[in-house]
């Protein structure tokens, strides 16, 4: 087969000359700078939007508002390149452009050069034009990433474009061979130029036969990213465009800033990727780069990128070698359905290791042991028991967030004083208190467990590897031995005194991460680091933080958030800063802004009735507002909010309780946590999650857990740092109506 469909995209632009009184109606010269007035009144118009792919067409648009460039030796030094906005508005019939409108302080003005002699040049997308002698060079790009919005046909059976990433459709005028580009009209003394516009982009359309789920483990729907052809030669990067004066093709010049890649990135409206659903087709345009002689060859591949994994193919088989030609729409044959086994296998002691370089790290949800260090393996005096196994299995479990409580206190015997105390595990060196609870108390364990050891295990496990982790400190919330204006204040420095003392120091070097941390830091970054996190609640407010000075911050290298205590069954927003004092305010999520979010909610002590404490259920509806939120932000393209689900905790009887059922949280929001991730999975709408912190983590359903927090990480698309700084621009639509086409070439290609 071997189908052909041509755009005969014929723009007529209407240069309007002064004309003077003339009884005789002999037409007006035109004069040295006059500038040149354009509308476009002719009916074969173009727009840069596609229209429908025919049997013998594909219709190309002007958009309102497109920008074209217009160049011509013969005009006015200075004065002979303009760049002009292509005007639409109030126009009956799509075919026609009511003007073009100069962006500038001035247009394309007349010369010395009789008007019958001047040659006019123009290109899509406006670009940098030079004037070559009588030639005309301009400055064009094929983006390595464009864009493209699908939406369901009529009959809704299959997806196809609704709008396309039309800045990479390369568009040209030239003088035509045979032709007079400009004409006077002796009954009206005007003076037209005709520009007539051919596309010079190859085009590849893509008919893609979807998705087939081949296990029992059930998806009903998935996410389509982005699709990524690769190819053994540049495809992409910028260009020279030589227009001719003799009317013979342009020349391209060597490319620069190449890329053997183009991803073509799938919106649905505002949102990042396309759901669609089982055996259903879909289709869309690839732009290259118009080298003529180009071929496809069994090298090149294509990569479907999804929600549920990623599908390579070679987008051809075989040695006969298929010649790309610029200015002409390849339609390649259907690719054949791509089949989903939701079975993995995965290793929990190492599963970062599997991860993408280029992922942000915000987008990975990552398992979390709460209040990790009260377990008997490493602190046998532990009271309250909230995992079953020491930090080292924690880690070989899958945990790569560890959260610790804690407060200001002493490892040895007797009180702490400032100058002698250290950051200890909250819940340990208790004090049952009497009275009023504010004077003489009964020690439980006036020994306090230093943090040290923590901090040294989790740094030995990922040493080395190709690993990270998290460790999350936190001042203690409840209390009052310990818990004081003046612990507080001295809080920060004391972290600052601990990651300085020697078994520390040794454990942390070239294990913590001391560079800065924003939403763009990745996972190869990361590797074999220990991440510090460190939440400053807004019990600080008291204790009149804004005199704690900056310097302490700024002293250790660690994110820092305001985390509040009051308790709401939704989520809160601060903003995180790295080694800096934080905000002390709760926020909203603003999807256009560049600030870095740190969305959570956190409760270790639940009321097992309605008080100041949250029930069971409010804890649910918070955690659900997380996943909510985690979704809309990264279906709308974004990476800069991280999030942190603390699930963990104990359930009390009554307010005054003291000692809690850290089970009966666990048995509760372990399972509930677990059908939410699989239900986000089976709809298509897994996201990101942050740090999901629980309790009993290697338990049978904390395994489960774990499991299904590690399998959603290779469900869905995370967002990942490109190489190059092509900004997709914004999409245009398609309207119906045309009088022009694109060349389309269906060369017999082989069979995927």
Sequence with gaps: MNMKKYYMIAVAVLCLASCADNKENIPAAVKSGDEVAFSVSMPAKTRTAYGDLGTTSRPVYWKDGDLIEVASPQCMDGRNVAQYKVNTEGSENLNYAKSLDRTGAYGVQWGETAATDCKFYAVYPSSEMTINGSS????????????????????????????????????????????????????????????????YSTVLHFNMAGWNLTSTVGQRNMVIYSVTVTANNAIAGNFDLTLKDDASEPTVGTATNTSNAITVEFKS??????DIDPNVPFSFEMFLLPNAGMSVDENWTITVNTSAGKWTKNLKNGSTANKL???????????????????????????IADLD??????????????????????????EDIYQNTGIENQFDAGVRAFYIETKVGKITDGRPTTTNATVVVSGTGIAYLNGDGLTSPTFRSNIARSINNAIIKIANKVKGTQEFAVLTLAFADGGT?????????????????VLAETDVANALNNVLYTDEITPETT?????????????????????????????????????????????????????????GKPSMA????????????????????????????PVLDDRKEAISQIILNSYEVHRAGRNNLWGMVGAGGSLFSTLSAKDGDPSSVSDVLNGHLADAINQKVDAGEASPMGMVFVNFVTDTEGQKLIEAIIRMNSRFELGRKTDNNDTPTPVQSAKEGYSSGFNVDTENWKAF
């Design 357 to 382: 370089d280029k992922i942000y790290f915000t987008e990975i949800s990552l398992p979390g042991a709460w209040y990790c260090y009260s377990n008997k393996t490493d602190n046998s005096t532990a």
């Design 586 to 613: 709760n926020t909203d999520i603003n999807p256009s802004s560049n600030e870095f979010y740190w969305n959570y909610t956190v409760a270790n002590r639940t009321s097992s009735s309605t008080d100041e404490h």
């Design 481 to 497: 031995f310990g818990v004081n204006e003046t612990w507080r204040g001295i809080w920060i420095s004391k972290i600052k005194d």
């Design 136 to 199: 005309v060079v301009a400055n064009l790009s094929i983006a390595s990433t464009q864009t493209v919005t699908l939406k369901k046909n009529a009959d809704g059976n299959a997806y196809e474009p609704d709008t396309e990433d039309m800045v990479n459709n390369i568009m040209y005028a030239q003088p035509l061979e045979g032709q007079t580009q400009v004409i006077v009209d002796e009954a009206t003394g005007n003076t037209t130029a005709n520009l007539q516009f051919k596309p």
């Design 269 to 274: 409206g505002e949102l990042r990727g396309v």
């Design 325 to 351: 030609t610029p200015g002409s729409i390849h339609v390649l044959p259907e690719l054949p359905a791509f089949s989903v086994d939701n079975s993995w296998n995965y290793n929990p002691s190492a599963w």
């Design 523 to 579: 996972v190869e970054q990361l590797r074999g680091k220990l991440i510090l996190k460190i939440n400053i609640d807004d019990m600080y407010k008291s204790a009149e933080i804004a005199n704690v000075d900056e310097s302490e911050f700024a002293a250790i290298p660690a994110l820092f958030s305001y985390t509040t205590y009051n308790w709401s069954n939704s989520s809160f927003v601060s903003t995180l800063k790295w080694k």
